[in-house]
């Protein structure tokens, strides 16, 4: 298979998966006697990434495979060709899957304590339904309390191919850093509560969120659509990242 073709059949599967693709099922797609070496598929896919620099849409590497997107500055106008209200997440939410994020593997009562507020059912509810969180063992203490990691479909959500991307707890520090493109994740740094705050305004920003209000966080009867937020906290609207 020329690179020609080769490049039209990566383009043609992205649109049509509908989901990021991996390597190996584009690899799966060719016959065996056509089938492009590991290099030649990653070299089409380069130069579609780079033919599609100066487009609406781009193509970026999640942790699955290969997605086709909407690029950011065309999101907002693209997405009133749907009607539905888009889900609604609160502060608290962000936070909490931050936390998740940075501190993993980390227990539902050390979330807790760094927060100062108790975690609202609703809030985990609503993180598992949206398979962003696991659990990935129990703490070998008392009660041996479940350890919550993220998921393939956290890092796909947001973009990301792996929490190396995230931005580091140290660079957090100064929250003029927010929306700005930061590179490999720290190590042992402690998570204060400006960070934790800067960490869940990065991931606000990379699901283009909008602020609207919120009832309080630890409340388990709220909306389905909605969950708690703690006194001062707004909740955020995310969009699925259009394909």
């Given at each position: 298979m020329n690179e020609h073709d080769l490049k039209h059949l990566i383009e043609a599967t992205l649109l049509a998966a509908g989901r990021p693709v991996s390597t190996e099922q584009l690899l799966g797609l060719c016959d065996e006697r056509e089938r492009p070496t590991i290099d030649e598929l990653r070299a089409a896919l380069e130069i579609l990434a780079t033919e599609y620099q100066s487009r609406g849409i781009e193509l970026i590497e999640v942790a699955s495979g290969w997605r086709v997107q909407v690029r950011a500055r065309c999101a907002d106008l693209v997405s009133r060709l749907w009607q539905e209200r888009p889900s609604r997440y609160?502060?608290?939410?962000?936070?909490?899957?931050?936390?998740?994020?940075?501190?993993?593997?980390?227990?539902?009562?050390?979330?807790?304590?760094?927060?100062?507020?108790?975690?609202?059912?609703?809030?985990?509810?609503?993180?598992?339904?949206?398979?962003?969180?696991?659990?990935?063992?129990?703490?070998?203490?008392?009660?041996?309390?479940?350890?919550?990691?993220?998921?393939r479909e956290f890092l796909d959500y947001f973009g990301l191919r792996s929490l190396d991307q995230l931005p580091t707890l140290a660079e957090l520090r100064d929250v003029e850093t927010i929306g700005v493109q930061l590179e490999l994740p720290g190590g042992e740094v402690p998570a204060e509560p400006l960070e934790i705050e800067a960490a869940s305004e990065v991931l606000a920003e990379d699901a283009d969120v909008s602020v609207e209000a919120a009832p309080e966080d630890g409340e388990d009867n709220a909306s389905p659509s909605l969950v708690a937020s703690s006194d001062d906290d707004e909740p955020h609207t995310l969009t699925d990242p259009p394909l």
């Open positions: 609160s502060r608290a939410l962000l936070e909490t899957l931050a936390l998740i994020a940075y501190r993993q593997p980390i227990t539902r009562s050390e979330i807790e304590e760094i927060r100062g507020v108790s975690i609202s059912s609703t809030i985990m509810r609503t993180l598992q339904e949206r398979n962003w969180i696991r659990v990935v063992g129990h703490r070998e203490v008392p009660g041996h309390p479940e350890l919550l990691g993220t998921t």
